[in-house]
Each structure stands twice: as C-alpha cells, then as structure tokens.
C-alpha cells in the first residue's frame, strides 16, 4: 500500500470512529468494511452449514442412528465455535484482511472433501471438522466491522454484519435443488467457488484502519485476561441462548419436523430455511433498537419472549397455523436478542479486546447450537418425543432474562 493510500485511511479511520458526542459520520472505507466482511461472513457460513440439509438423506442412506445424525451437523458447530477464540485474538494481532483471505481458502478443503469423497464415514466426520473453519470468521468480522464505526452506529453496523448469518438459509434453500438439478457434487463445487472469489475480495479491498493498535500481550495472555472479566462470561451465557438457540435450530429443525411432524426432507429444509430469514432479517432490528433504546431492555425483552414461546411449542400445536406461527415468532426474538448482545459488546468490551471477546462470545453461542441437537436427538432416541428438550429452552430463556436484567444492567451503568 502506497503512502496516499495509508494516509486515507488513517483519515477514514479517524472519520469512521468520530462523533462519539454528535453526529457520526461513516466514511467510504467502513462501508466497504461492513459490506465485503459481511459477504465473506455469509459465504463462509454457508459453507458451514452445507451438513444440516443432507442430515436426512444421510441419516437414511447411511442408517445413522438419531444420535449420530445429530452429532454429524453439530460437529462443524463446535469445531466453528471453540476455533473462535483464537480467531478472535489472532485478528486482534494481525487484522482481518489476511485473516479472512486465509480462513475462505481454508474452508474450501473440507467443502470439496466432503462433495467428493463423502461417501465414506470417517471421512465425512474429519471434513465435518474441518467445515467448522468457516464458522470461525464471525471473529475476524465484528472486531474489523467495530474498529470502523462509531460508538453510536456500531449496534445497527455489528447487526447489520449478523445477515450473514443468512448463510444458513441459502445453505437450506440451494443444497437440496442444487443436488437434484445439477448432480450431487454441484452445491460443493458452488460454494468452493464462492469461498474463492470472497478471499480475492477480501485481499483486494478489506482494510483494516491504520491507527489500529497491535495488542503486545501474547494470545494466550489476552484470552485469559479476557476469561477474567465478567461482562465476558455474562455476554457469553446471553449469546449462547439467543444465537445458540438459532444455530440449534437451523441445523436440528430438519430432522425435529421429520420426526415430530412426518414432514419430507425437502419440505422440513424449507420450512427451516424461513426460520433462519427471519431470525437473520430480526437481527439487524435488534442492533437498530439497542442503539436507540436500551440494548439491555431489548436483550431482556428478547429472552421473556423467547421462554414463553418456547413453552408453546413445547406442547407440540399444530403446525399450521399455530406451530408455524410461533416458530416465526421465536426466530424473529432470537435473531433480535443476538443483535442486542453483539450492540452490548461494541460498547462494554474493552477497545483493544473486542476481538478476543467476540471470540468468547462467539464461541460461547456456537458451543449454545452444539448441546441442543445431542440432547434433542437423545431424548427423542429414548421417548420418542421432544417436549423435556423444549421446555428446557423455556427455562433457560427466562433465567438468561434475570441475568440480563441483574448482573449484566449493573455493569452497563457502572462501566
């Protein structure tokens, strides 16, 4: 980079995080930030979740037993989930330019693995491990989306960041009509190609600002003065539930619909791609709301709703309309809580560990869709039924909303 160019962005970089006390101006540059991390964020978790689609077909063809199957879509969520902690220190040392370039082609290996050689058993569970890389990257977005917007436009920005979450959805409306129109490796082959392009983009046009300051701790001693502060944990548990519960969803909601409702693979696939365009379009909202109200009220509110409607479905309705209308209405309040937690750690995180406790975070709600899809696929192994998993959900949703409401509202206003 040449030296105009540096000092541009240091002027973009002052421009993006200016106007704490009036107006925020967002300058070119982090609009470009926002929209190439976002793009790579959704096609790097599209490639995560190429799995949950073909769960059934798999389960099937393969004759998995419910336990199995689960563990099949749940190991790239854990694997993207505790892989965000390092990430997220990593990004804070190096920046996200060459961390993004470098996770998109990463990711393509198990993509392409699994599209060619998925026949075969252990295979499939090492490459399953592997696509857990690109549920990594949502570490390397919020730190290089929040270093460029101002305190006052970060929570709309990081929820503006969260549609690539929507990754999901594509991952559920494409597999299936991909596979059928264009032969079995053709989704692979679409999203490998996909990761190619996004880490050309990346390369080519993320920066990262130029006054960005390099962290001179280790990764180790950052993540663990990290793990020492308690807004880290108490962020961790809010995350867990509400992104966690989406990602439990999006990969569990197949096979939940199969086997609750004798819904077809292609029908329950699409039914669960709706639930995640909804959660993904609320979570923006979300982010909006905190930067305008209260992010604890709205974080608070999220997880009462959240409870009571789990609570519903817990006692298996009719799918239509009752079932799919709850359904909808727990997307949009989950989608919305994992906005208003991300709008909190833009401004409870200290500046120069919003990556190392994004990777916490994020982890934290990765590792939150990892336990739900083993437990919901045990208890139906054992009773046949999913109501004990569901109304486990409630539960926790209502004590997430006493945290928010005691111990996380106390640190908002002292910190």
């Known amino acids: 980079m040449n030296e105009d160019s540096d000092d541009q962005d240091s002027a973009d970089s002052a421009s993006g995080v200016r106007g704490e006390a009036g107006s925020a101006q967002v300058s070119d540059t982090a609009r ?26 798999l389960g099937q063809s393969m004759r998995l037993t419910p336990f199995t199957q689960a563990l099949l879509v749940a190991l790239p969520v854990m694997i993207g989930s505790l892989g965000r902690v ?41 490459a399953a491990i592997l696509l857990g890389l ?40 494409t597999t299936i009509p991909l596979i059928k ?27 990262d600002p130029a006054d960005r300051s390099v962290p001179p701790e280790s ?8 793990l020492r502060m308690p807004v880290t944990w108490q962020l961790a548990i809010l995350y867990a539930l509400t992104f966690g519960g989406f990602v439990a969803f999006s990969v569990y909601l197949p096979s939940y619909l199969k086997n ?60 239509i309309p009752i079932g799919t209308i709850t359904f909808l209405c727990l997307a949009a309040v989950l989608g919305a809580g994992a906005g208003a937690v991300f709008a909190l750690v833009g401004t409870l995180a200290p500046a120069g560990k919003v990556g190392a406790v994004t990777g916490v975070v ?40 006493l945290l928010t409401y005691t111990a996380l509202r106390h640190r908002a206003t002292t910190d």
């Open 32 to 57: 470009t930030v926002l929209v190439v991390a976002t793009l790579a964020f959704l096609v790097n978790f599209w490639a995560w979740a190429l799995l949950a689609p073909l769960a059934p077909f």
């Open 86 to 126: 390092p990430v997220g220190s990593l990004t804070d040392r190096y920046g996200a330019r060459p961390m993004f370039t470098l996770l998109s082609l990463l990711t393509i290996i198990p993509v392409l693995t699994i599209g060619y050689f998925g026949s075969s058993m252990p295979v499939l569970m090492i």
């Open 134 to 173: 690109g549920g990594t990257t949502f570490a390397i977005g919020v730190p290089a989306v929040n270093a460029w917007f101002p305190r006052r436009r970060r929570g709309a920005a990081l929820g503006l960041f969260g549609l690539g979450t929507g990754g999901t959805a594509i991952a559920s409306f």
């Open 181 to 207: 129109a264009f032969g079995p490796t053709a989704p692979f082959n679409t999203v490998a190609l996909a990761l190619a392009v996004m880490a050309v983009l990346c390369w080519t046009l993320l920066r």
């Open 219 to 226: 990764m180790v001693r950052r993540t663990t003065d990290t």
């Open 260 to 319: 609750a409702f004798a819904l077809d693979p292609a029908d329950a696939a699409f039914r669960t791609a709706g639930f995640v365009v909804i959660a993904v379009v609320a979570r923006p909202i979300g982010g909006w709301l905190s930067d305008h109200l209260s992010g604890i009220q709205v974080l608070g509110g999220c997880c009462v709703l959240a409870g009571l409607l789990a609570s519903i479905v817990s006692f298996e309705l009719p799918l």
């Open 362 to 401: 994020g982890a934290a709600g990765g590792l939150g869709g990892f336990f739900p899809p083993l437990v919901m696929g045990s208890i139906y192994g054992a009773v046949g039924d999913y109501t004990f998993g569901l109304v486990l959900l409630a539960a926790t949703a209502l004590l997430c909303a």
